[in-house]
């Protein structure tokens, strides 16, 4: 059984350009979640999906910032006019059900974003 | 505001010896906690996670305790390996139950 996917597992990018992250959860997962390392620092939540629906994107920056999880295909994380800032590892994890019923969230390898 | 802290960024002990890797919350919605280990260049990975039911939750060499009234956990590894050697997270639910908190993470090194 596979476990999460993220591809590509290294991004670089310009200043300005767009970045594009995706994850596919673990086989039977209907629960995806994003969140952002930046150096030093613990992982922080961005946003939480399932199948077609943003639950909660109360982590997700404002600006620039997008996520979705289509009925078919991964979950994307798109970052538009990206800059240096945005610089840092994203993480996916997928969950069979939710963090409410404690379920246990289970993450891909990340991908790592360099902001040139 | 949630607030997970662990104050300890390293961690060296000789292998055989045990580790405790401490973690400190300010509230807890649902009472549940995790401990998640992580090595460079790959996700974190599901370790042992501990119920308010309990104080106390074992698995092998990896035992999680929880003292509620001092909002502390700890995760103690015993004998320790040089393949413990990674970065723990102490983590848990958001009050909104949508997602998980993690602190800052402690690395261990553990020396042959």
């Known amino acids: 059984n596979a476990g999460v996917m993220q591809n590509p597992r290294h991004l670089v990018r310009r200043r300005g350009q767009e970045a594009r992250l995706r994850c596919s959860p673990m086989?039977?997962?209907?629960?995806v979640y994003w969140y952002r390392q930046l150096p030093e620092e613990g992982l922080k939540f961005m946003v939480y999906l399932q199948k077609e629906n943003i639950i909660d994107e109360s982590g997700m920056p404002k600006e620039r910032f997008s996520a979705e999880f289509p009925k078919e295909g991964p979950s994307i994380l798109r970052i538009q006019q990206v800059v240096r800032g945005d610089s840092a590892a994203y993480f996916c994890a997928s969950s069979r059900t939710s963090v409410v019923n404690t379920d246990t969230q289970y993450f891909g390898p990340g991908t790592r974003l360099t902001v040139l | 505001d949630q607030q997970v802290k662990q104050n300890s960024p390293s961690l060296s002990v000789q292998e055989g010896r045990i580790s405790i890797l401490n973690c400190d919350y300010t509230?807890?919605?649902?009472?549940?906690f995790l401990w998640y280990k992580k090595y460079p260049a790959e996700g974190p990975t599901f370790l042992i996670s501990?119920?308010?039911?309990?104080d106390k939750n074992e698995d092998g060499r990896f035992t999680v305790f929880l003292n509620k009234s001092a909002k502390h956990l700890s995760l103690h590894i015993v004998p320790s390996q040089p393949g413990d050697s990674a970065v723990y997270f102490c983590a848990l639910p958001n009050q909104a139950g949508t997602a998980l908190i993690f602190g800052k993470g402690t690395t261990l090194s553990v020396s042959s």
């Open positions: 501990i119920s308010s039911i309990k």
């Open positions: 086989k039977g997962h209907s629960h």
């Open positions: 509230n807890s919605m649902f009472d549940y």
